[in-house]
């Protein structure tokens, strides 16, 4: 079920019309669980036993582990859960893509193995709600968290239908919390709620299928080398949709579960205005980046025991080679991992032999280093985006080679492209140190009806069939 | 983002409920302007209406069912109406797909369903390349159609509902469309409505109101939408060619083994449109080679047919709605004429 589809709508009304009027707390939590139940099996009533599993696993296995007194007993739970819940999400997720490698290999070892078709359809937020319910055993392993003393209420942290497909991915220690005692829903809360709903919604619909997809489809369709211009664009376009698309999402997560009485984490934060490529992954899929920097990256580390820079340089470049490989099960999203922790590896190593020098403080710095980084990124999504790293290489050489492909795009292409990428820039830029709530709410009120009214004719009349948000394939 | 941590209060349902209030104004006047202009209600045509024709089309079993894939030129040229009065009881499966090669849904039918009635493929030599990409039908029927469920099913026919009340909901009436009116006839407003869809997703086209001149543009634009495909690597590399041709070839094999028949056209263009597809796929060298290569049950070119090469395609590609019925009586005509029994026991 899209949140931008007529039956979300549906369902957002029979939500909160039965929501508000039903007056005891755990029969309220009951009624969400069973409404997030009914949200995923909109998509896939199978997959719903994957969910149930999960949910029944971690449950089992955090109260196994806080009743246990020794250490091997609790961490032969946290293997129980670990295993359970990495198997399940490799079985669905890489085991096509680990069968197409096995076949490789034995290929080139003179071994001709041809499998039966893998077609396994992947469960839609299997990676989100996998990585929520580790962190639940995680936490409760660590003596960070007590187990949930209610089922439901794991259930629901688990199944929570505004994030349950795409993120934010919850902490536990976060949300559990919130379901202990009754929520307190106010007017300004739906208000603010609604708004950031409607703001995702405008991201995802206006921005990301309307204007930028058809663009970058055409331009990532293409083959051989093409105008170095049309390859700028659609890496541009691309980069902007998968912002407007992720995060759009994410706000609309937000806003529902504010309008329910919850908070979320942010998951974004003017990323296009970073300062270097560490400071993008502190403003870009915030929830996921922490959730790799607190249970991998600082548990590697922590191994390690010294501080010395090998030791942070190998934290961070396994960290993010398995961030990339849980974004796709190919080769691609290993090789853009690799390129990501790479940077990562220089920035630091260059920070610590130089970054001391007071040259660094003049302010020209901060923009170079802030172009730099977007560079950087939009390079990392040719292989992001590319069907195949041949076909990533084809399009980073159509910059140096003669053009094979005459794909430019049109007047009317590029009318509609430039407008969102400079006001995406600008807003970024203006946000960097700002809350975007305290804008807003700043904002005269007629001018921020006009603002509503815009984005609402926009999403009604851009015409585009329902699309499916990218980060549903994770 | 939290709603927490500022005291300054604003009101934002009410501010919420004036910009509703404004945008149901607005759009009520374009309604209006529109319905003014002579715009009628389209059918939008979308992923969930191909569904359902592809669900009813994946529970037939019958040897006299017939089902047409293809893109819009198929869904223009073949008058349902027309066919179900020339086969009477015979189940007709509209399954063409507006811009989209109809590469990935013959492989469905042949893959995911018992199929066994006679297919009709509306075929480009551009569209032999199956590899998905926004010009296959790759998303909507591997992602969209194998999770047909009923919250889908709810979903399209609140979008039928919608699309059939409203004129402002039709595509040809969007934002882009808008714009693109305006830069390219110096009006956003369109009032020629000349692409209907119909709810049995009977595709048609109105030429009658266009000058000379404009169907001339028309024609200017569907040979650049053509080269832009083109340029876009549809299919022209030989291993893309060869790997196309191969896949075709087993889904044609498979529906032919379990005793359906499956029929390869290719439908009149002419103008602009048709030089260029000449020039980027001459047919001696791409249309010939899939006569030699695909085990399909006929063949048809509408150049060798003299009752077919003399329909006229205003706008290049699409032929005009009155000449829809008297096309597929001759289409269907030359069909039979190759040996196809469209009435199987």
């Known amino acids: 079920m899209l949140f931008n589809s007529y039956i979300f709508a549906l369902f957002a009304i029979i939500v909160f019309g039965f929501y508000f009027t039903i007056g005891d707390w755990a029969w309220r939590k009951r009624f969400l669980l069973g409404m997030s139940y009914l949200f995923y099996a909109a998509w896939n009533l199978p997959y719903l036993v994957l969910i149930l599993f999960s949910t029944g696993l971690d449950y089992f296995a955090a109260h196994r582990m806080a009743q246990a007194s020794r250490k091997t007993t609790k961490s032969i739970y946290l293997v129980v859960s670990l295993v359970g819940n990495l198997g399940v999400l490799s079985y669905f997720k890489y085991g096509n893509f680990l069968l197409d490698s096995f076949v490789s290999v034995a290929a080139v070892a003179g071994i001709q193995y041809e499998p039966m078709p893998w077609n396994i359809l992947l469960p839609v937020g299997i990676s989100f709600y996998t990585f929520q319910t580790l962190s639940y055993t995680l936490d409760v392993y660590r003596g960070r968290l007590k187990p949930s003393k209610s089922l439901s209420d794991f259930a629901l942290f688990v199944t929570f239908f505004p994030q349950l497909v795409a993120g934010p991915i919850v902490r536990a220690r976060a949300f559990l919390p919130q379901l202990l005692q009754p929520v307190t829903i106010t007017q300004d809360k739906i208000g603010w709620g609604l708004t950031l709903f409607l703001l995702g919604l405008f991201q995802k619909v206006v921005v990301a299928d309307g204007i930028m997809a058809p663009i970058v489809n055409t331009v990532f369709a293409a083959d051989g080398y093409l105008p170095s211009l049309t390859v700028f664009a659609g890496m541009v376009g691309f980069t902007i949709q998968m912002y407007c698309d992720f995060s759009g999402y994410s706000m609309m997560a937000i806003g529902l579960a504010l309008c329910l009485g919850f908070t979320l984490p942010r998951n974004f934060r003017a990323p296009f205005s970073a300062v270097g490529y560490q400071d993008f992954w502190r403003r870009w899929h915030i929830s996921l980046s922490t959730f790799f920097r607190d249970y991998l990256y600082a548990p590697i580390r922590k191994q390690a025991k010294t501080r010395s820079l090998t030791n942070v340089l190998v934290a961070q470049f396994f960290t993010f080679l398995i961030i990339g490989l849980w974004h796709g099960a190919s080769w691609n999203f290993a090789l853009w991992g690799v390129f990501n922790a790479v940077i990562i590896v220089i920035e630091i190593g260059l920070q610590r032999l130089i970054g001391h020098w007071d040259v660094w403080k003049a302010k020209a710095w901060k923009y170079i280093f802030n172009a730099g980084a977007y560079i950087l990124f939009l390079f990392s999504i040719l292989l992001f985006r590319a069907v195949d790293f041949a076909h990533a290489s084809d399009l980073f050489l159509s910059f140096f080679r003669p053009t094979e492909t005459a794909l430019r795009l049109s007047n009317v292409d590029w009318i509609l492209m430039i407008p969102p990428v400079v006001a995406v820039f600008a807003l970024h830029h203006t946000l960097r140190d700002r809350s975007f709530e305290a804008i807003a709410r700043a904002t005269p009120a007629i001018l921020r009806v006009a603002v509503l009214t815009a984005m609402l004719l926009a999403i009604i009349l851009f015409g585009q069939p329902n699309e499916e948000f990218i980060y549903f394939q994770f | ?345």
């Not at chain 2, 409505?193 to 109105?206: G, P, S, V």
């Not at chain 2, 690597?233 to 498979?254: F, H, M, Q, Y």
């Not at chain 2, 791409?286 to 003299?306: E, G, M």
């Open chain 2, 1 to 345: 983002m939290s709603a927490r941590g500022n005291d300054r209060k604003t009101d934002w349902i009410t501010s919420l409920l004036a910009a509703l209030v404004c945008t149901a104004i607005i759009l009520t006047g374009y309604e209006l302007v529109l319905r003014a202009a002579g715009a009628e209600p389209n059918f939008r045509d979308n992923q969930a209406r191909w569904s359902f024709v592809r669900e009813a089309a994946g529970r037939d079993q019958s040897s006299d069912s017939i089902a047409l894939l293809g893109a819009s030129r198929i869904r223009a040229a073949v008058s349902l109406s027309e066919l179900e009065s020339r086969y009477p009881g015979q189940s007709v499966y509209p399954l063409g797909y507006i811009g989209r090669s109809p590469c990935a849904a013959l492989q469905d039918l042949a893959d995911s369903t018992d199929f066994r009635g006679t297919i009709v493929v509306s075929l480009n030599a551009n569209w032999v390349d199956c590899r998905p990409s926004p010009y296959q039908m790759h998303r909507t029927v591997v992602r969209y159609h194998a999770e047909w469920n009923w919250a889908r099913k709810i979903d399209g026919q609140a979008s039928e509902f919608i699309t059939q009340n409203l004129v402002f909901t039709d595509p040809h009436h969007s934002i882009r469309h808008l714009i693109v009116n305006t830069l390219e006839a110096g009006t956003p407003l369109s009032n020629k409505d000349y692409e209907i869809t119909r709810k049995n997703r009977q595709l048609e086209f109105d030429f009658a109101p266009f000058s000379a001149e404009d169907l001339a543009q028309m024609q200017r634009r569907s040979r650049r939408a053509y080269i832009r495909r083109v340029g876009a690597g549809e299919g022209k590399r030989p291993d893309r060619w060869n790997a196309g041709r191969s896949l075709l070839s087993d889904a044609i094999e498979k529906i032919t083994a379990r005793g359906g028949q499956v029929v390869i056209v290719r439908l009149p263009t002419s103008g602009p449109l048709l030089r260029a597809e000449q020039e980027h796929f001459p047919r001696e060298q791409f249309w010939d080679d899939l006569v030699d290569a695909l085990p399909a049950t006929a063949f048809l070119h509408f150049a060798d047919d003299p009752s077919l090469s003399g329909f006229e395609t205003p706008d290049g590609n699409h032929l005009d709605h009155r000449d829809a019925a008297r096309f597929t009586a001759a289409l269907f005509d030359a069909i039979e004429r190759d040996g196809v029994d469209f009435k199987r026991p």
